[in-house]
């Protein structure tokens, strides 16, 4: 995977990209929602390809590290670039979880829990409706409008 341009998106990409986005996800990717388990769009994708940030279309996970954890969300094992995603700790709900944000443009994915298989033991367990798919060979999404910066297809 080539590299892609991780400056955030300005306040007015922002708020264009923000525009777009329905109520669902709107109270996901902007206030930490969860969707209820089961539901997602993405829980049973066996396409080949590329998970993407919804909101700026960052390449987030590809479908090989997918797995199916048993959850009710659609999980991975790992990013396909770590510096893709960040991790923050999370204490809302009365515990302590570790949240996963796109690594540009901040919005939120899900959660991250150790109890994942091999080879990292951990379980990204992500938000269908946080996400867009890219099918193997199709053109990176760019709503950005970085252009060169996100020229390419998913590999």
């Not at 998106?9 to 990717?29: N, T």
């Not at 396409?47 to 797995?67: E, I, M, N, T």
């Not at 700790?89 to 540009?104: F, I, N």
């Not at 193997?136 to 950005?144: Q, S, T």
């Amino acid at each position: 995977m080539h590299e892609f341009d991780l400056r955030p998106p300005s306040d007015a990409q922002r708020q264009a990209l923000i525009q777009d986005l329905s109520a669902e996800e709107r109270r996901v990717l902007l206030h930490q929602g969860t969707e209820p388990p089961f539901c997602g769009v993405f829980l049973d994708n066996r396409l080949d390809g590329v998970y993407v940030c919804r909101l700026c279309g960052l390449p987030l996970f590809r479908s090989a590290a997918k797995f199916d954890s048993g959850t009710g969300w659609p999980s991975f094992v790992q990013p396909c670039a770590e510096r893709h995603v960040q991790l923050r700790v999370d204490d809302s709900h009365g515990m302590v979880r570790t949240e996963v944000v796109c690594g540009r443009c901040h919005s939120h994915m899900g959660h991250v829990f150790p109890d994942g298989p091999p080879p990292t033991g951990e379980r990204y367990c992500l938000n269908s409706v946080a996400l867009a798919f890219v099918e193997r060979g199709e053109a990176w999404p760019d709503p950005l409008r970085r252009g060169a910066a996100e020229a390419g297809t998913a590999d």
